[in-house]
């Protein structure tokens, strides 16, 4: 049994040289006699594991000096209340609606503050993003909330919002590292791992160092606050260490591929295939705006749920796993991360392309 084509949306597909080395020095760390998994946090290796992970991924972001590298746990979810429990110095925030997890973050927020729905695509199903460039922004607004690709429906903001000055917060769980992004034009950048980088159990923060202060909502957790973990170098407590550590093989992969330019270009890639796929297709289509197109999750259905039912079973049969889509929107999805292989993406057309000739 070999590995298959996993188009899962997270917990997702990782580079198979990343689980390699993993393998290699699951007993032995590099001549510590242990696994990463069995040694302190504290240790020499560890701090070496982390700090160079942290430097990794400044490199691949060009991360300026003034944003701190958080290494998190609770999710994208529990950022969900940690951002308006760290940033909500005036009680209000104002979020973009264009899927379910930028909502459930928006009523997170509304526990700690007024948090106000400036737009949304809720109205078509979040198969588009809405025009951000003249936004009721409120004066106050501590800051200006998007989910930057939203895992769910298959879109992705191409321009960022006009945030009129205002702080702007992203939620890029599942675009994070896809290609380079300008960081300086954000607040806080966070993400869960488990989509594009790996395994659950880390979320990453990176957070512009003027909005980590000792001024937080009353009553906030230590373990919740910005500052604690940026005082502490993400090390106050015990951190997902192993998890940190597989992350860290995935920003040297990733280096070693040639950085996010190239990243872009072979998703860019992968994506077109797939598309360009479903916009010739007589019975695929896709569900969003085409201008409005993620690069990661390419949701799409034939129209039929008995279709897609039947397809979703005879793509695992062909070695193509996870294809169903969200259980709240049905029809299929596939994610294609940094670490699907091109070959994946060309394996799904061709039956795709089949699977329409015997259904057609
Ligand atoms: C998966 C996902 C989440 C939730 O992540 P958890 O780590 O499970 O809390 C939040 N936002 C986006 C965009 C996601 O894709």
Known sequence: MGRVYNFSAGPAVLPEEVLKEAAEEMLDYKGTGMSVMEMSHRSKAFQT?????????????????????????????????????????????????TGQWAKKAYQEAKKYGEAKAIASSEDKTYSYIPDCSDLPIDEDADYVYICENNTIYGTKFKTLPNTKGKTLVADVSSCFLSEPMDVTKYGVIYGGVQKNIGPAGVAIAIIREDL???????????????????????????????????????????????GLEVMRERNEKKAKLLYDFLDESELFRGTVEKKDRSLMNVPFVTGNEELDAKFVKEAKEAGLENLKGHRTVGGMRASIYNAMPLEGVEKLVEFMREFEKRNK
Request: one cysteine or more; hydrophobic letters at 40%.
């Open 49 to 97: 594991i982390i700090e160079t992970a942290e430097q990794d991924l400044r490199d691949l972001l060009h991360i300026p000096d003034n944003y701190k590298v958080l290494f998190l746990q609770g999710g994208a979810s529990l950022q969900f209340a940690m951002i308006p429990m760290n940033l909500m110095k005036h009680k209000k925030a104002d979020y973009i609606i």
């Open 212 to 258: 980590i202060t000792e001024e937080v909502l009353p009553g906030t957790p230590t373990m919740l606050k910005y500052k604690i973990h940026a005082d502490n170098d993400s090390l106050y407590n015990t951190p997902p260490c192993y998890g940190i550590y597989i992350c860290g093989k995935v920003f040297q992969w990733l280096k070693n591929m040639g």
